[in-house]
């Protein structure tokens, strides 16, 4: 007979299982030491349901192609395309739309790869789980596990759910993936704590998703699938919207500014020559038509993703892949980049960097992480292997007696396997050449005292050459000093010792004491070794996850840049504000935020704290996406780097979220926009300069299409105005479309650096793309060129030449006119003379190109017939050319009186 259990309510909120005491949760859920029956397992899964994370609905292939239509820049391009097509225009219509098709296909792709974002998630839940039914253990899937199962652990386990601890012996579970905390945490079965506190010290529970590092333990299952602490990320991963890149807000506020003033220059255009000049209506509406295709820079959709994909191969060799095209430029748009601290900032591989021995001498340890490179120095001099100081020897072969890690190399390469600290200490000792196999062999383990929190130490005991047996003991230095007789050789006590030991904890270091002495009994694997006593006291060891090589140069480098860098971290706000030091950032304790204060805040304080503090430390994931949002409120746009799956809602909702490429987790590489490969904060950098590079490209091209685009609005409102025919037919309108911008805009976008990209501050997140240097460069390039074309075409006309062939001449200037201001686009700043022309031969080859197509068409039947063109003198020519060239001096005057009236406006800050 089954017996009856009683009904379970999960809570509203979840973190509040750590609470209730083994005995409570266990009636509450109706479960019992031997576990559920079969047929409750079997019940509860049904109610409850499989113990996975849901897929979000991925949208059908049709929808995410037509997302891509819906932009206000598709519109215009789409109504001129149609009425293209409605007046015949056929291939201009064609052109459009393929333009549309191709950009929609890229774009479409790219969407669909991050829909898969928060499946990536189901990955961690793809186990298999130990549980006791029926007073039998047994493994099944972990998609069975139910609330109420009781669930074993063990060293290398994934824990299948949320379990409230029932017992725990020794059990230390990494849940860097959710906290961000690189140290494994030491878990208790009998640790309770009444008030909210964060995932991170929840001693009591384990979550789903982490790893047991060491030890064993049995749980009871709280919560499963969403209703678990990953459920929670997966949760905001599928309610939260991807941020939108910096170059997509710029461009919706461009494609709509531009669409009213094309509306009205076309609608004025009309009106004039229908009231002024008398053109039927039909007339001056297929004029209009061509106009419009003239002046919408259809090309710069194609312009754009050239330049994007150009940004994205030249960020890939510099070790930042692009998963989003529209995120190229992303990170040189960001004012603020948030990072995590581990495996972002740092190694996430624990190292020992101070070692104290009792004589008080100060060593330190160089290198990074487990593999043993780096040295050991005294007084910054190298320690020679073959002539240590003394007790040197001593506090390394306790290190590395009294150890259960492994450390060595295989195929040419270093593995490691074990806790991170034992892994750490065993660093230390090949860096001197020492070796654990070697130091086993001569001294033999023959009993130990594992790890227990209880305990705060371990013990080793060793057979010695002299058949005596000897203990090494590592633990906390309460502990270990503890043990130690009270007055070492040099007269120290252990309360000075343990006043180092919080000397060195202040600087974010996890402190160990280590100690050895003569074992007090024999001993042998069938006897439990007694506490030892009367130790000799070894020395203390510092150790930390340390910084990435190049980290504190780009953590400069972006400050210089005018990149403010936030660090957002699960881990020990003392640990935090000492990588913050370490990074050259000047902090005090009182201004590290922790997660604590954060729960206490509204969004419109964290707002307020977000404007100043850059250090958030205790941070959980929800807290981590509030303040990411707090930040965009600021008026920040965000980048979000990060690795765990506790960063993926706030690499998701940042405007550029970038992940780790090796050490990160397939949620928060889906989640993000780009993937560092190299794991190395340092790399940014070189993604902010090249972000910086796209943008210009980008701007380059918008300025050169508009400017000239304009110009020809200018000479045909002038020409109308003054009673002249029209000074271009609508296919010799066309023709321009091609001839100046078939090319030469996607040209443009291989342009490479200018060299002072980092020396830049980054853009105010409400500059428009077109802001007030484009709009006045702009303005004074269409005036200029639109009215010096209007002048010859008004001079040609009142000088008796016929119409054709004054349109001949003049489209040959127009030609010529925007290829020779091709030069002045490729800076904003700096001369034309002063950027080679070779280098970017591929614009030289656009621009060659299409001049040569315009002069086939002038000396060709097809081109002459098609636009009624004709060959010119050779005066004719060179008026032409000399005319052109006046666009260079023109823009070379504008550049110089726009730097010095940039200086000075900074030279007026400085002295104020």
């Not at 271009?728 to 078939?742: I, K």
């Amino acid at each position: 007979m089954t017996n009856s259990k009683p009904e379970i309510s999960l809570p509203a909120s979840r973190g509040g299982w750590h609470r209730g005491d083994k005995e409570t949760l266990l009636s509450h859920f109706g479960g019992s030491n031997r576990g559920l029956s079969k047929e409750d397992a079997q019940t509860r899964l049904k109610k409850y349901g499989a113990n996975r994370l849901p897929q979000a609905e991925q949208a059908p292939w049709w929808e995410i192609l037509f997302r891509q239509f819906l932009s206000p820049f598709v519109y215009i391009l789409a109504v001129a395309a149609l009425v293209s097509l409605a007046v015949g225009e056929f291939i201009d219509a064609g052109f459009i739309f393929g333009v549309l098709c191709l950009n929609a296909g890229i774009g479409g792709f790219q969407e669909w790869k991050a829909e898969r974002s928060a499946q990536a998630l189901q990955q961690l839940l793809q186990i298999r789980a130990t549980v006791e039914r029926d007073g039998r253990v047994f493994e099944v899937k972990a998609e069975k596990v139910v609330p109420g199962d009781i669930v074993w652990l063990e060293s290398g386990n994934k824990v299948p759910a949320d379990v409230r601890l029932l017992m725990a012996h020794g059990l230390e579970v990494d849940e860097s993936l959710l906290t961000g905390e690189s140290q494994a945490v030491h878990k208790s079965s009998d640790w309770r704590e009444d008030a909210p506190v964060p995932v991170a010290d929840r001693l009591n529970m384990g979550h789903a998703g982490s790893i047991v590092v060491r030890g064993r333990g049995k749980g009871l299952v709280v919560a499963t699938g969403m209703e678990t602490e990953v459920g929670q990320v997966a949760t905001d991963m599928m309610g939260t919207g991807p941020g939108k890149p910096p170059l997509i807000v710029r461009m919706d506020e461009f494609s709509q500014t531009l669409a009213w003033v094309v509306m009205v220059a076309i609608f004025v255009v009309g009106l004039l020559g229908v009231l002024i000049q008398g053109y039927s209506v039909l007339s001056m509406f297929m004029f209009a038509v061509a106009l419009a295709v003239a002046v919408i820079p259809e090309g710069l959709p194609v312009a754009l993703t050239v330049a994007l994909s150009i940004g994205t191969n030249r960020m890939a060799r510099r070790k930042v892949i692009v998963r989003r095209l529209a995120a190229v430029e992303g990170l040189g748009s960001c004012t603020l980049i948030a990072s995590d601290k581990t495996g972002t900032l740092t190694c996430n591989e624990l190292t020992v960097r101070e070692i104290r021995l009792p004589n008080g001498a100060l060593l330190q340890v160089s290198g990074q992480g487990f593999v043993p490179r780096g040295i050991i120095m005294k007084e910054e001099r190298e320690i020679k292997t073959e002539d240590p100081p003394e007790g040197l020897d001593s506090i390394i072969r306790a290190m590395i007696l009294c150890n259960e890690g492994d450390l060595h190399r295989l195929d040419g390469e270093w593995v490691f396997r074990g806790d991170p600290t034992d892994i750490a200490l065993l660093s230390v000792g090949e860096k001197l050449g020492r070796e654990k196999e070697v130091l086993l062999n001569a001294h033999p383990q023959i009993n130990q005292i594992p790890f227990e929190p209880e305990y705060q130490y371990s013990a080793s005991f060793h057979k010695m050459p002299d058949e005596s047996a000897r203990v090494f003991v590592k633990g906390s230095p309460e502990r270990v000093l503890s043990m130690c007789v009270q007055k070492n050789e040099t007269g120290n006590s252990p309360t000075h010792w343990l006043g180092v030991a919080e000397e060195m904890a202040a600087k974010g270091y996890r402190v160990l004491a280590l100690a050895e002495g003569l074992a007090s009994e024999d001993l042998d694997e069938a006897h439990a070794p007694s506490e030892p006593s009367q130790l000799k006291f070894l020395g203390l060891v510092g150790m930390i996850d340390p910084l990435r090589d190049g980290v504190r140069e780009a953590v400069s480098a972006c400050r210089s840049a005018g990149v403010e860098v936030a660090i957002i971290t699960g881990d020990h706000p003392v640990t935090a504000l000492a990588i913050a030091r370490d990074l050259g950032l000047e902090m005090t304790q009182d201004q590290v935020v922790t997660g604590k204060v954060l729960e206490t805040k509204s969004p419109d304080e964290i707002k307020t704290i977000v404007q100043t503090a850059r250090l958030f430390a205790r941070v959980a994931p929800r807290q981590k996406l509030d303040l990411v949002k707090a930040m965009q409120r600021a008026g920040h746009f965000v980048a979000v780097t990060g690795d765990g799956v506790n960063d993926a809602p706030a690499l998701r909702a940042a405007n550029i979220g970038a992940a780790m490429g090796k050490s990160g987790t397939d949620v928060a590489r889906e989640a993000a926009a780009l993937v560092i490969s190299d794991d190395n904060f340092a790399t940014i950098i070189g993604g902010v300069e090249e972000g910086r590079i796209a943008y210009s490209n980008i701007r380059k091209i918008i300025f050169m299409l508009i400017s000239t685009g304009a110009a020809e609005v200018v000479l045909v409102i002038l020409a109308v105005a003054f009673g002249l025919p029209l000074p271009l037919s609508p296919v010799q309108l066309l023709w321009l479309n091609l001839v100046t911008q078939g090319i030469q805009d996607v040209g443009m976008g291989f342009e490479p650096g200018e060299g002072d990209e980092l020396k830049q501050k980054p853009r105010h997140p409400d500059e428009p793309i077109f802001n007030r240097l484009m709009i006045e460069r702009s303005a004074i390039v269409a005036l200029f060129m639109g009215g010096l074309w209007f002048l010859l075409f008004y001079w040609m006309l009142k000088t008796g030449m016929d119409l054709k062939s004054a349109r001949n001449i003049l489209l040959l200037l127009v030609v010529l006119f925007v290829n020779v201001h091709i030069a002045n686009c490729r800076s904003e700043t700096k001369s034309a003379f002063q950027i080679p022309l070779m280098r970017n031969p591929v614009l030289v080859f656009g621009v060659l190109t299409a001049f040569l197509f315009h002069v086939l068409a002038m000396y060709l039947p097809l081109g002459q017939w098609t636009l009624k063109t004709e060959p010119v003198s050779v005066g004719t020519w060179l008026l032409a050319a000399g005319l052109a060239s006046t666009s260079i001096i023109l823009m070379e005057w504008h550049k110089r009186w726009w730097n010095r009236r940039q200086e000075i406006k900074r030279q007026k800050k400085v002295s104020t």
